[in-house]
């Protein structure tokens, strides 16, 4: 699965122009209402629109870089702790490390090394390393059934996870996570409230792409086009 394009809401869309491109170093869009964000092979954008709460994303990074991640990354903002001292998050079952930063609206974004891809990089760590958007943050009080609802629609399938309390749904290179609100009630390593935010995306899976809306706890998905 491929996140082609991501679309946030923001309630402060200049905080978010200064931080990806003063910050980051990303190259970025601007039009009335509206930012796009390049970010490897998709495109993160943001429309000015009131939100009740903040949003978690996350970028893929080459496998072997979180350590030079982390350092490039630690010299232009802090990092969320995920544990004392620690700043760096090892989910074995996963087979990844992830690094934790908060964006210029204070979203919860992440960069994550998957070493199930093996698709390590010899260049020096820098933002051009960023691959693409890798996960998309959908919570929902039935997490169960958005799964059985995007393999029924798009094809895809459940990949890790508890279904009742917290799973993702896809594959290691574009994944929604599902957690259920009621009962994972903070974004991990934060104490932010996990909530059940819009969002619009654009998704490639199976070359067939499609159009993904999620409004008042509602997935909308329509297909864009079909490739035999």
Not at 40 to 55: A, H, Q, R
Not at 145 to 170: C, E, M, P, V
Not at 186 to 213: C, G
Request: aromatic share 10%; net charge negative; charged share 25%.
């Amino acid at each position: 699965m491929h996140i082609e394009k991501l679309r946030l809401h923001s309630d402060n869309i200049d905080q978010q122009v200064s931080f990806f491109r003063d910050i980051l170093g990303l190259v970025t869009r601007s039009s009335e209402g509206l930012l796009s964000i390049d970010v490897g092979t998709s495109v993160l954008e943001f429309v000015d629109s009131p939100v009740d709460g903040k949003y978690h994303y996350c970028f893929l990074i080459p496998s072997n870089q979180i350590d030079e991640a982390k350092e490039w990354l630690s010299k232009r903002l802090d990092l969320i702790e995920v544990e004392e001292n620690n700043f760096i998050a090892n989910f074995e079952s996963w087979n990844a490390h992830s690094i934790y930063f908060y964006d210029g609206n204070g979203n919860i974004a992440e960069l994550i090394a998957r070493h199930d891809l093996q698709n390590e990089s010899q260049d020096k760590f820098g933002i051009q390393s960023l691959i693409s958007i890798n996960e998309i943050g959908t919570p929902h009080v039935n997490p169960r059934a958005l799964d059985r609802q995007l393999q029924s629609t798009i094809g895809s399938l459940y990949w890790k996870g508890d279904l009742d309390r917290f799973s993702t749904h896809g594959d290691q290179y574009g994944l929604f996570l599902l957690p259920n609100y009621k009962i994972k009630k903070t974004w991990f390593p934060t104490e932010i409230e996990v909530k059940p935010l819009p969002y619009s995306a654009t998704i490639v899976q199976d070359s067939n792409k499609y159009l993904v809306q999620y409004i008042n706890e509602k997935l909308l998905m329509d297909l864009v086009n079909n490739n035999p």
